[in-house]
């Protein structure tokens, strides 16, 4: 069937609404932007694919992100086109067999994996679980929402981890001033918080974020525990405390992960696994 590639002005934003919402927890990074600039922010770009007049795909495009909305299986899409002309190096994520169905057969571009994650949301019982569960962590470690004085030491703290090449310094001072950043610090003798520990120096133990939301859901991410600090109940106290936030606002959690020594907390708070994400670098054959 003959399509059409539009940028969407605000005559489809009500189509382009309903579009994300279909799949709204695959769709959290677009819909995001959506709900807090329509489709007129400078910096954003929003391109449709349409078809006897009726919105079909949508195509979210950042300086250095793509993201695709297809709550319908396809063969090829004609947004490609958009990705086949670009010569700088782009990001593409999100839900795994949209994102290959939209890459394959792109013979020009040079495409590299970055990250391949069981993505899972918040079942019926993960509220009451988690409420339930004991913390391990000493009375010794403090929550708090990350300020910008912590901002070189979040980035410090992910320096050296397995998910360095996914963090985005920029998104990072963003979610600091929304208040949407959680770490967890050391409380000293003298019981004043402290970030770091007098024998190994540690600028903070542990961080995670609430990445994106909509109207029902918040998708989670940059969990990450000191090394010095791991399994001393950390994580499952940060996870806690965002998580019943989240429910205390009416939304659910989601989120991807590859971390196996987070899988046994994941496990025992009952997430529902919804299938794989997936990040690809995508960069032009003729620049590499």
Sequence with gaps: MQST???????????????????????????????RYGLQHPEHEWFGEVEQGSLVRLLYKTKQLIHLVS????????LSTLIR?????????????????????MRNRRLKKMDDALFVQQSVHTSRIIRSVPIDAKNSVHLRPAEEKDYL??????????????VD???????????????????????????????????????????????????LGG?????????????SKLGRDVILD??????????????????????????????RWVSYVITSKATT
């Design 5 to 35: 590639i539009i940028k969407l002005n605000d005559s489809y934003y009500t189509q382009a609404l309903l579009l994300l919402k279909e799949e709204e927890l695959w769709n959290l990074i677009p819909y995001d932007a959506f709900l």
């Design 71 to 78: 709550p319908k299986p396809f063969h090829l899409s004609r």
């Design 85 to 105: 002309s670009s010569k700088a190096p782009i990001i593409m994520h999100g839900k795994k067999e949209t994102v290959e169905g939209f890459l394959f057969g």
């Design 153 to 166: 030491n979040i980035l410090e703290l992910y320096k050296k981890s397995d998910i360095d090449h996914l």
């Design 169 to 219: 310094p920029v998104l990072i001072q963003q979610l600091i001033q929304l208040k949407k950043v959680k770490i967890a610090e050391k409380i000293n003798h003298y019981g004043h918080n402290s970030s770091f520990d007098t024998r190994s120096n540690p600028k903070l133990l542990g961080t995670l974020m609430c990445l994106k939301e909509s109207k029902r859901y918040v998708l």
């Design 223 to 235: 969990l990450l525990v000191h090394p010095e600090y791991r399994h001393h109940g950390i994580a």
């Design 246 to 275: 989240a429910n205390s606002r009416g939304k659910k959690i989601c989120f991807y992960y590859n971390d196996k020594s987070l899988k046994r907390f994941y496990e025992k708070i009952e997430l529902e696994p919804l299938g």
